[in-house]
């Protein structure tokens, strides 16, 4: 769902019935939404946020069930998120609810993130099996450190808005995440907007390039052919803990 703003957009990710898990579609449609507010002149900002009091509570799993890492390898996905990160003007994320695994993903491609404290936000992937696919543990590792970086991979924590903002995962805290992200947008949108895109490629290139990016999606990849990731994904459909078997 996009939404007009003076200024700038607003762009809502629609599928509460699933807390808006990103699905293939969903991505493809968030990519196409940020390259048209990229050519738009008069859009100099975006924000992010979800329906349905969640963010997003990750990728959508029934897809990831029977991906093999041949498909992994060719998956339209990579190009979407490619094609998020390198939206060039400021994106907002307003984040209450739940942002995992992919959704916190997504929200950490944001420039400012905004949480409430009842959000709850985490990489759970090794519980199906898998890592982060999109960049979510490096990420996760150039804002936390490597000490909490491997709470939220190793042990899959899910973290509260406070802490988030308290590790310098979220840039803000607020009651309303959603009326901050706007007032957020307002202001960016007033200020030099090739100053800012410049300013935001400066920094995307400082905290990324030593990243190990292409690593962890490796590593991703090869993990679609595991049986513990086909007990990961059954296990949580099922609603029980999961017997891995290292294979």
Known sequence: M???MGGWTRLTLNRPHVRNALNTGLLADIADALAVAAADPACRAVLIGGAGGDFAAGADVDEIATKT???GAVDPRKGHWASIRGFGKPLVAAVDGFALGGGLELALMADLLVVGPKAKLGLPETSLGLIPGAGGGQRVLARVGPARAARLVLLGEIIDGPTAQDWGLASHLAEDPLAEAEALCARVARRAPLALQAAKAALIAGA???LALQAERAGFEALLDTSDKTEGIRALKD?????????
Request: aromatic content about 6%.
């Open 2 to 4: 996009i939404t007009t």
């Open 208 to 210: 990324e390039t030593a």
């Open 69 to 71: 890492s041949a498909e």
């Open 239 to 247: 609603k029980r803990k999961p017997e891995f078997r290292g294979s």
